[in-house]
């Protein structure tokens, strides 16, 4: 039972580089999120999708861009990576989450530092 | 937009003493979810409530929802050193497509 795999688990870039995370899930969910954690501020939402080919903002969409080309793939993009995008990145996916009793399932989350 | 915050920010206790964390949206919630995060960990789902005022209970964790729905609460009974980690709220609007996650209450128990 894999669940969610975030690929890769940990990343040093520099400043300017570019990098796609990658998530993949295996429970047939509809829903997929990108989430960033800093200390103090719990996770705060930067893209999610309601199903394949679908994409919305989250909190704090700029910098990063997704895509759902597959429906259990979920990929976050950093075009020109800066230092304010050092965090640690969880992947997350559900099913509809107005239906009763559908948890977000984690990843085991990325850490990426940004020089 | 929606906001959820969480008091307190930290808590210390003594192994066997109780704990509650508090849990307030700026606006009315459909439903609430609860999540504890080990340290180095990923958070992990505990429960979600749905109806105004509904109480449930998971062994010594007793998760609360506001008759307003727009507060809830998670208290732990006679704390043990495996309670350790974050624990997260997360509330979902009227008409909302995913959660929104309050800060946390990290607690620490000492043995």
């Known amino acids: 039972n894999a669940g969610v795999t975030q690929t890769p688990k940990f990343r040093v870039l520099k400043t300017g580089q570019s990098m796609t995370l990658l998530c993949a899930q295996d429970m047939n969910h509809e829903y997929m999120y990108w989430y960033r954690q800093d200390p103090g501020m719990g996770l705060r939402l930067i893209h999610y999708?309601?199903?394949?080919?679908?994409?919305a903002k989250g909190e704090v969409p700029d910098g990063y861009n997704v895509s759902r080309l597959k429906k259990q793939n979920f990929l976050l993009g950093l075009e020109s990576a800066a230092p304010s995008q050092t965090s640690v990145y969880f992947c997350?996916?559900?099913?509809?989450?107005?239906?009763?009793?559908?948890?977000?399932?984690f990843g085991d989350g990325t850490r990426l530092s940004i020089l | 937009g929606q906001q959820v915050m969480q008091i307190p920010q930290y808590q210390h206790v003594q192994e066997g003493e109780d704990f509650t964390t508090y849990c307030n949206s700026s606006t009315t919630l459909s439903n609430i979810q609860w999540y504890k995060q080990r340290p180095g960990g990923h958070p992990v789902f505990l429960i979600q409530l749905v109806k105004s005022g509904e109480v449930k209970k998971q062994k010594r964790l007793t998760f609360q929802f506001g008759e307003a729905k727009k507060n809830s609460s998670l208290h732990i009974t006679a704390t043990q050193t495996t309670d350790v980690g974050t624990y997260f709220c997360a509330g979902l609007g009227g008409y909302g497509q995913n959660f929104v996650f309050g800060p946390g209450t990290r607690l620490s128990v000492l043995p």
């Open positions: 997350a996916s559900s099913y509809d989450p107005a239906d009763s009793n559908q948890p977000q399932h």
């Open positions: 999708s309601v199903g394949e080919g679908t994409t």
